[in-house]
């Protein structure tokens, strides 16, 4: 893919990841009066409302065709999955601390990357996947201000990311984008709306509260089309480190809304994290391109 455009692929990439911030603090908000899977529904239900209105009109059947379905379904699954543990641990922890040990996704990916893809795990990234984990360690440390419950639904949330990424990367070299984006919000939301019956309840939400719950699909509708934007202007090269400013839309979230501000022991475990990512992400340049 030709590097046509980088600048504008970065701002379209930051521009993607404040719409994620925005995202995980209005869940963060919503969860406290509404269950968690209620809202993992509305996330995927609005985000395939916009796709529909906006590119089924344009492309049609294309929007399914898929030479792999079961693989798309999985995949599909498994961000449901990221979604749903996320917001459970974005409901009892701070966005900066929760956000952060999601970010050890990179880690999973480099440990899974050779049983599952064949990759030659080098000592470079075995020695960044350590980093990361004592960064990892610095944030949830005994005696800290995380809870642990919280901390396994990040992990459990990584960790499928983290096969949710693999997949992509099987998936990708055969299967349109857009497409796949697709099938992660129809499977979303057929498959939250079979188990609508069971999660459905609470208090009956106001106007302000419902035009929340709709915003959390067109956070993560809009956050989506500007990442396939930036990757059609920039290679995952040049773009990757900058998955990590998602970093700093959390904390600044979690202090302006929250008024919510990690330690200095915190700060150091994310930046430890992040400098691990972001060293995985140019041994990576190669393939990427």
Same mark, same amino acid.
């Given at each position: 893919? *030709?590097?046509?455009?980088?600048? &504008? ?49 344009? +492309? ?7 030479? &792999? ?28 601390? $929760? ?56 992990? $459990? ?50 106007? *302000? ?22 990757? +059609? ?51 990576? +340049?190669?393939?990427?391109?």
């Amino acid at each position: 893919m *030709p590097d046509t455009s980088p600048g &504008r692929g970065i701002v379209m990439m930051l521009a993607a990841l404040f719409c994620f911030a925005l995202l995980d603090a209005t869940s963060k908000h919503l969860s406290q009066t509404f269950s968690v899977p209620l809202l993992v529904w509305a996330r995927y239900t609005f985000h395939l409302l916009l796709m529909v209105v906006f590119l089924a009109p344009s +492309r049609r059947g294309r929007l399914l065709a898929t030479r &792999r379905p079961v693989l798309q379904v999985v995949r599909a699954l498994l961000l449901v999955g990221v979604t749903g543990f996320a917001m459970a641990a974005f409901r009892i922890m701070p966005l900066a601390e $929760t956000t952060a040990i999601l970010f050890v996704t990179p880690l999973f990916v480099a440990l899974l990357a050779g049983p599952l893809l064949g990759e030659k795990v080098g000592r470079l990234r075995w020695a960044a996947v350590g980093a990361g984990f004592v960064g990892m360690l610095l944030i949830a440390r005994p005696g800290g201000a995380l809870v642990t419950e919280g901390i396994v639904l990040c992990l $459990t949330a990584a960790a499928c990311y983290a096969l949710y990424q693999i997949q992509t990367r099987q998936l990708s070299p055969t299967e349109d984008t857009v497409t796949m984006v697709f099938y992660t919000a129809l499977v979303g939301t057929v498959a939250m709306s079979l188990a609508l019956p069971w999660i459905w309840g609470g208090p009956t939400p106001t106007w *302000p509260e419902a035009l929340m719950i709709a915003s959390l699909g067109i956070y993560g509708g809009t956050g989506h089309f500007l990442l396939i934007g930036a990757f +059609r202007h920039a290679t995952a090269s040049t773009l990757s480190p900058f998955l990590y400013v998602q970093l700093i839309w959390a904390t600044l979230l979690g202090w302006l809304v929250y008024d919510a501000l990690p330690d200095v022991t915190t700060f150091a475990g994310m930046a430890i994290i992040a400098a691990a990512g972001i060293v995985l992400a140019w041994h990576a +340049r190669p393939r990427m391109r």
